[in-house]
């Protein structure tokens, strides 16, 4: 099956600084890769996604990058904000599949 | 407004008291999951449903049950729960299983003693 490693497992950065979190996945199957924030007290939350046909993904501040070849996509987030300060979550799967199976997250703390 | 409801968001109960977690979804979204986080292990797949009546195991199904009766509500029920249940509980529910977006509810924190 799937395995997914995601790296770091925390992160601290100040505040308009770029963050960059990297995850690797082992099945060349997998098409589809979500990326999602949680916030304290609450459920993940879909942030960007990105399917196996493209090579970037941008939305503002957020974007998100994938290796087919090598096997990994990365999330990076520019300009970080307090706000941005969550866990967050990759995740690999298969379009049409059952399934996603995540990485074990990443601790982001935006510091002043 | 759209979401995904769990009931109750905190609970404490003692090892072998049966117990239900339920989840509702007004999207009449047809897949539905259930998932279990741990802290350094992320989120796993406990069961999901593919649609009414429809339900098959993820990765860690180990004492747990489910139920797809309705499409809106998929509970999941802990027969005779154990510590190692103790753990962070996340309903998710997608329009269908190969949709993108998965909403996910507020979270249950179960506490087995």
């Known amino acids: 099956g799937e395995n997914v490693e995601q790296h770091p497992s925390t992160l601290s950065v100040q505040e308009g600084d770029s963050a960059v979190i990297k995850c690797t996945y082992s099945d060349s199957a997998s098409n589809y890769f979500p990326w999602y924030k949680q916030e304290l007290g609450k459920g993940p939350q879909l942030i960007i996604d990105?399917?196996?046909?493209?090579g970037e993904k941008k939305d503002q501040r957020i974007a998100v990058t994938l290796n087919k070849t090598a096997k990994h996509f990365s999330l990076h987030i520019t300009e970080t904000q307090p706000e941005d300060s969550a866990v967050y979550f990759c995740a690999g799967g298969k379009s049409g599949a059952s399934k996603l199976t995540f990485g074990t997250g990443t601790r982001l703390q935006v510091t002043l | 407004e759209a979401q995904v409801t769990q009931n109750p968001r905190y609970l404490i109960t003692v090892t072998g008291k049966k117990l239900t977690v339920t989840c509702s979804q007004n999207m009449n979204h047809e897949y539905m999951s259930w998932y279990r986080q741990d802290p350094g292990l992320g989120l796993r797949q406990i069961y999901y449903?593919?649609?009414?009546?429809?339900?098959d195991k993820g990765d860690v199904p180990e004492g747990y049950k489910v139920s797809r009766k309705e499409k809106r509500n998929f509970p999941l029920i802990l027969e005779s729960p154990s510590p190692n249940q103790t753990s962070l509980y996340f309903c998710?529910?997608?329009?269908?299983?190969?949709?993108?977006?998965?909403?996910f509810g507020q979270g249950t924190r179960l506490t087995v003693v």
């Open positions: 990105i399917r196996s046909n493209v």
């Open positions: 998710a529910s997608s329009l269908s299983r190969g949709s993108t977006e998965a909403f």
């Open positions: 449903s593919m649609n009414v009546e429809v339900t």
